[in-house]
């Protein structure tokens, strides 16, 4: 089913409109009925008004419904319900989040108010680690305030875990399910349990919560690297066909098969030796595993070898051939059998902290943090990528629903025979460890004064120390490349593979093998795989030091209460970054054509460093203009600092390729994005757990970090003036005349290759800079109505917009990456045992990436919709089964380049169901 805007819009206010004509409708007065306490459902969306309507500021919440049983199967999928907050997905799980158009690098993450750390090469949170049945809820903070942590641009996200003292006595809850997967037809386990006490007239508390999930996933993708821009479409028979046209780099038709492992453990200890003060401890581990196994039917394309196409008014080529005999140096065409492993995860996150939470006086709270977190995704030198191929012609055609490759030999079900397939490339570890450590200390201090006006003055300090490092072992083997060896078809199981459940019309049957097998074969045959540390390692060390003092004051203004906060923050920001680098010192051929390898020089540590300060305002005021109603005007600075990354100075040299030599790098030098900002906000709370609110939003961002491609050159060191500044490999020789070519005995291969002679080589480039500016302005509008008669209705609509938009058509490549519209829609029915609700969340179409990473091209990601669906129904009061679905209609993520009809992937995650049991006692 399809939804455009307007369609959802009149639904969700037609949906109101009924709701509010029906003849069960809640009081609409200033005065509520009699209290009546709720559970489930309503009490979530009781307790998440109570915050956005106490919070200082624009806030927006989520709760769970009860003790370990959170809304949705993932954190990130609750988040996205709330106004303004959208979220990015791998297989089909909510894994990151997106605030008012700005991407998960520009929003904060804390845990229990603490900044955790990521697994991620960046500062963005992948909350597909942590498990929905631990937290108790979420608040979003998006405007911003002086008593919290700066970094997020976009807003601050604090995710609450249960405490003892939270539920004093004793409390235990559990789960037990099973979850299908449609596209891998396999059911897998998942499990929760935590157990809470309070003792010694609940002085003393002790939780623990221990959760454990599987899932058996079945990723189906078709994409490409990427599509270049100006190439010349040719070959030997019939010249040049187009010029300046575009080509896709390659073609995967990609079955993803991964067993997924989350467990989660944590454990909280709470002490209050007196009525003034409280501490807590508490620690959590998280471990999330993802084997992956990709079987993949890959295509490499070439413009010296068309042997027909058709190209589009923007220079697109729309369909076209790849043929044995017309290459003009790149070689022949393969039907390539790809097995890698490098979408593997091997995640680790701990963290532990104290608090000490202590009424000092009647007027005077202080609070004392101290935590530590590490994260690390140790996947250096273990994944692996193997080719084995076929030569053999095939044509891509463009121009249908889903881009398609015909392979010759690949129809009906039938194959080419297994005795064509040829050895080709090799390697293991292209996927870096990441490791990332924070230990942070705060103190805070909360004062009262005999003050009618002053309702509070706060004051605090702030002190984090973060290490942040990446390191890649890696090696490949080239020995058998260019199809020139048969493969040892028995040694490594080479065998047909039929991918379930594919899309419509494209090949599903074709050739796999053990992959495993293949690396411990080019052992035996004396040519291993060896793995080396590479020099392209770096360690950022970034301390932080900050302060606040803020202050809140409420007075009448008339007949209208008026609540005015008032703060600055300051920052100071010392950055120290090491790095070990060898640069390029040549390249040369291997036995593949359109495939070199790189020859690096010596190791060089480089040490750099930096710092800045900020000053951070912020000015909230609150009118209750009603006793139902609140008006509310922000105006504040923020900042998000560059990603980790980007900080990087070493440069990391990709796969050089013929016509494509690339390398990406960090700055250094970088300066956080800063923006100015204005909210303005009405909610009315017209009835019990009832609302209306709007917002409206505006963003003055500066120092924009873009990263940009670029050409530069890089002085060969190993080549010489005495050899015509030839390339210096000998395997194969790079000496004159060279026989590299099979095809073309005694042809000079390296004079004519541009890659292989030159004292240097112009290499496409991705760095990292400041120096844009931008603005953001956008309005939210969120409805929630619950009628007396069990059923409700929650709805909300983003409408998203920026003075940048990347036009397809101009040489100029800046925008935000991430803007864009949101809407969502829930309905809900909950009795006193039966609970239901349906959910439908729509993201319209956005800039996923300015820079591919590959040559400098965007990634649009179209407008994607999801229908999620829930049932629940309480056999006793102790026990409940329940009923869960995700992506229930089957919907597809499909990501396009500059322009709409170049497909850059589809990806299909399939449909999630789960059926269980939860027990409480």
């Not at 037809?185 to 349990?193: R, T």
């Not at 599987?214 to 010249?239: H, K, L």
């Not at 039938?414 to 080709?424: C, E, F, I, T």
């Amino acid at each position: 089913m399809k939804f455009n805007k307007k369609n959802l819009l009149a639904c969700t206010v037609g949906s109101a409109a009924m709701m509010w004509a029906a003849p069960t409708m809640a009081q609409t007065s200033n005065t509520f009925e009699d209290e009546v306490i709720a559970t489930g459902i309503r009490s979530s969306i009781k307790r998440a008004q109570d915050i956005k309507r106490e919070a200082v500021g624009v806030v927006d919440a989520i709760a769970a419904e009860d003790l370990g049983k959170f809304p949705d199967l993932n954190v990130a999928e609750s988040l996205q319900r709330i106004p303004g907050l959208a979220i990015d997905r791998s297989g089909g799980e909510g894994q990151a989040v997106t605030i008012r158009g700005l991407g998960p690098q520009f929003n904060t993450v804390l845990l229990n108010g603490r900044q955790i750390a990521t697994d991620s090469g960046g500062r963005e949170f992948n909350f597909d680690v942590l498990a929905a049945e631990q937290i108790t809820g979420a608040t979003v903070y998006k405007s911003g305030r002086s008593n919290l942590q700066e970094g997020g641009i976009g807003g601050t996200i604090n995710v609450s875990t249960a405490r003892p003292f939270d539920n004093p006595g004793f409390q235990m809850a559990g789960s037990v399910k099973g979850v299908y997967e449609s596209l891998s037809e396999k059911i897998s386990p998942a499990g929760s349990l935590l157990i809470s006490n309070t003792f010694n007239d609940d002085k003393f508390g002790l939780l623990g919560a221990f959760s454990y999930s599987e899932r058996d996933v079945q990723i189906n993708q078709i994409a490409t690297a990427g599509w270049r821009p100006g190439q010349t479409i040719s070959n030997n028979r019939d010249g040049v066909l187009f010029e300046n046209a575009y080509i896709p780099r390659n073609w995967d038709q990609i079955v993803d098969r991964q067993k997924r492992k989350r467990l989660n453990a944590s454990l909280a200890a709470q002490f209050a030796p007196n009525d003034d003060m409280t501490v807590t401890l508490d620690g959590f581990v998280s471990k999330f595993e993802v084997d992956s196994l990709v079987t993949d039917l890959a295509s490499w394309f070439e413009p010296d070898r068309v042997g027909s196409g058709t190209i589009d008014s923007n220079g697109t080529l729309t369909s076209f051939t790849q043929e044995i005999g017309l290459n003009q140096g790149s070689g022949d065409p393969a039907s390539d059998f790809v097995s890698t492993t490098r979408n593997s995860r091997d995640v680790t996150n701990k963290g532990f902290g104290i608090n000490v939470d202590w009424d000092a006086t009647e007027n005077l709270n202080v609070s004392l943090d101290a935590f530590h977190s590490t994260a690390e995704n140790d996947r250096a030198g273990k994944d692996r990528f193997n080719v084995v191929g076929i030569i053999n012609n095939y044509s891509f055609d463009g121009t249908g629903e889903y881009p398609t490759v015909a392979h010759d030999g690949f129809t009906g079900g039938n194959l080419p025979d297994a005795s064509l397939s040829r050895l080709h490339y090799n390697e293991k570890g292209n996927v870096p460890t990441d490791e990332d450590e924070i230990t942070e200390f705060k103190a805070d201090f909360s004062y009262t004064p005999d003050v009618d006006a002053v309702k509070a003055v706060r004051f605090g300090a702030y002190s984090q120390m973060r290490e942040k490092s990446r390191f890649q072992i890696f090696g490949n083997q080239c020995a058998f490349c260019g199809y020139q060896v048969a493969a040892p078809n028995d040694i490594i199981n080479f065998r047909p593979f039929t991918a379930n459940n594919f899309f419509p019309g494209l090949i599903d049957t074709f050739y796999t093998y053990d992959g495993d097998a293949y690396v411990d074969y080019l052992a035996s045959e004396g040519v291993p795989i060896v793995t080396t540390l590479q020099n392209n390692r770096y360690t950022i060390n970034e301390d932080i030091i900050s302060g606040y003092v803020d202050t809140t004051l409420g007075f009448d203004a008339g007949d209208i209460p008026v609540e005015i906060n008032m703060g600055v923050r300051y920052a100071n920001t010392n950055i120290d970054v090491t790095a070990v680098q060898s640069f390029i010192a040549d390249v040369v051929p291997t036995t593949d054509l359109t495939l070199f390898s790189n020859v690096f020089g010596p190791a060089t540590d480089i040490t750099e460093g930096g710092s800045y300060s900020n000053f951070l305002g912020n000015f909230d005021v609150a009118f209750d203009v009603r006793e139902d109603m609140k008006v509310r005007f922000a105006a504040y600075e923020s900042l998000t600092r560059a990603t980790m990354s980007e900080l990087s100075p070493a440069t990391n040299f990709g796969e050089p390729r013929r016509q494509n030599l690339t390398a990406s790098g960090g700055n250094p030098a970088l300066n956080p994005f800063k923006s100015t900002n204005f909210d303005a906000a009405f909610e009315w709370y017209y009835a019990e757990d009832s609302v209306f609110s709007i917002a409206a939003f505006h963003k003055d961002i500066d120092d924009i970090i873009v990263n940009l491609t670029g050409n530069e050159s890089f002085t060969l060191a190993n080549r010489s003036a005495a050899d015509g500044f030839r390339c210096a490999g000998t395997t194969p020789s790079c000496a004159a005349p060279g026989d590299i070519d099979p095809a073309r005995p005694g042809f000079d291969v390296i004079a004519n290759t541009e890659e292989l002679n030159g004292e240097s080589e112009l290499y496409r480039v991705s760095r990292p800079q400041n120096g844009e500016s931008a603005k953001v302005t956008g309005v939210e509008v969120a409805i929630t109505h619950v009628l007396d008669n069990g059923f409700g209705i929650s709805a909300n609509a983003t409408f998203v917009d920026s003075n940048v938009v990347l036009d397809p058509t101009s040489a100029t490549n800046f925008s935000l990456e991430g803007v864009g519209d949101s809407q969502n829609i829930v309905l809900f029915y909950e009795n006193e045992r039966l609970q239901g609700r349906v959910a439908y969340n729509r993201r319209e179409g956005f800039l996923r990436r300015i820079d591919n990473g590959f040559n400098g091209e965007p990634i649009n990601t179209e407008t994607f919709g999801q229908f999620d669906a829930s049932a629940s129904y309480d056999v006793t009061d102790q026990y409940t089964v329940f009923v869960e679905g995700i992506n229930i209609t089957g919907e597809e993520l499909r990501q396009t380049g500059r322009f709409p009809n170049q497909i850059y992937s589809i990806e299909d995650n399939g449909s999630r169901y789960a059926v269980g049991v939860r027990a409480k006692w």
